[in-house]
């Protein structure tokens, strides 16, 4: 059922403004335990006042979003 829904439409993969790519580098044991490490350094990181080293859409945090 998963891949049917998934694959029901490709429109939005095709689009030229959209790069897809699977998370296969998520998969490893080093993949799993570099992204627990951004994540609680990026935790660490804006309740300490700062901006987090890996936020894209900083303009949310500047209170233009």
């Known amino acids: ?21 699977p998370h296969a580098g998520s998969f490893t044991h080093a993949g799993r335990k570099r992204m627990a490490l951004v994540a609680a350094t990026s935790i660490a ?14 303009q949310i945090l500047e209170g233009r979003g």
């Open 45 to 58: 990181e804006a309740l300490s006042g700062q901006v987090p080293s890996h936020v894209i859409n900083t």
């Open 1 to 21: 059922e998963f891949r049917r829904v998934l694959f029901r439409s490709l429109r939005l993969v095709r689009h030229p403004k959209v790069i897809a790519m």
